[in-house]
T-cell receptor, first 111, second 114 residues
Framework: GQQLNQSPQSMFIQEGEDVSMNCTSSSIFNTWLWYKQDPGEGPVLLIALYKAGELTSNGRLTAQFGITRKDSFLNISASIPSDVGIYFCAGRDNYGQNFVFGPGTRLSVLP | GAVVSQHPSRVICKSGTSVKIECRSLDFQATTMFWYRQFPKQSLMLMATSNEGSKATYEQGVEKDKFLINHASLTLSTLTVTSAHPEDSSFYIC??????????FGPGTRLTVL
C-alpha cells in the first residue's frame, strides 16, 4: 500500500532558527495536508496543498507541493517555543477516499 | 469554521465494560468520518471510515465486533469499544471530512481500562 516517509524523525533547534522538514511518497498524490499535534490533543490542520508546485503560507509556516507530486515540504521560520509538537503530513491520490499519514516529525525548540 | 468535537475527553472504565465515544462536526456537514487510534509517541492508525447511513469500512486487523461504529447523521459518529480490556487503552481520535476534502480532527479521547 501507499506509504509516507517523513524526515527528520525528530529535531532539536534553538529558538529563532528556521526549520525544514519533508514528506515523501512512493506514489503520486493530488492532495497534501500538513498537521501539528500538541501532546494530548488532536492534530490541527496547518496547510492544505492541491496542485503540483503550489507554495502556500500560513503565518511563519510555508509548505510546498513537490513538482513530482511525490513529496511535500514544510518550513517554519523564526521558531518559537510554541512550535514544539509533532508535525504530520498526509497525502491522498486521485483514487483514494482516505488520507495516508506519515509517521511524524517531532520538533523540540530550545530556549 | 470546521470544528470537530469529541466526548468524553477522558474516560476510565473497568475491564469488561463498554465505552461510547461521540464525534461531532459542529459547523459543517461531514461527508465522511474517520476513527483513529494513537499509541504514545506513534503516528495515527486508521481504524475505520464511515459514511452517513452506511456501514463503516474497517481497516485490516481492526475487529468490527469490538469497535462498533455508528454514523447516524452528517454531523455525528459514535465509536463503541465493547467489552473493553486494558490493551484497548489508547488515545482515540476522530476526524471529519467535508466536501473540500480536508480532514479536521477532534481533540481526542483518552481511554484507560483498568
Amino acid at each position: 500500500g501507499q506509504q509516507l516517509n517523513q524526515s527528520p524523525q525528530s529535531m532539536f533547534i534553538q529558538e529563532g532558527e528556521d526549520v525544514s522538514m519533508n514528506c515523501t511518497s512512493s506514489s503520486i498524490f493530488n492532495t497534501w495536508l500538513w498537521y501539528k499535534q500538541d501532546p494530548g490533543e488532536g492534530p490541527v490542520l496547518l496547510i492544505a496543498l492541491y496542485k503540483a508546485g503550489e507554495l502556500t503560507s500560513n503565518g511563519r509556516l510555508t509548505a510546498q507541493f513537490g513538482i513530482t507530486r511525490k513529496d511535500s515540504f514544510l518550513n517554519i521560520s523564526a521558531s518559537i517555543p510554541s512550535d514544539v509538537g509533532i508535525y504530520f503530513c498526509a497525502g491522498r491520490d486521485n483514487y483514494g477516499q482516505n488520507f495516508v499519514f506519515g509517521p511524524g516529525t517531532r520538533l523540540s525548540v530550545l530556549p | 469554521g470546521a470544528v470537530v468535537s469529541q466526548h468524553p475527553s477522558r474516560v476510565i472504565c473497568k475491564s469488561g465494560t463498554s465505552v461510547k465515544i461521540e464525534c461531532r462536526s459542529l459547523d459543517f456537514q461531514a461527508t465522511t468520518m474517520f476513527w483513529y487510534r494513537q499509541f504514545p509517541k506513534q503516528s495515527l492508525m486508521l481504524m475505520a471510515t464511515s459514511n452517513e447511513g452506511s456501514k463503516a469500512t474497517y481497516e485490516q486487523g481492526v475487529e468490527k465486533d469490538k469497535f462498533l461504529i455508528n454514523h447516524a447523521s452528517l454531523t455525528l459518529s459514535t465509536l463503541t469499544v465493547t467489552s473493553a480490556h486494558p490493551e484497548d487503552s489508547s488515545f482515540y481520535i476522530c476526524s471529519a471530512s467535508r466536501v473540500s476534502n480536508e480532514q479536521f480532527f477532534g481533540p481526542g479521547t483518552r481511554l484507560t481500562v483498568l
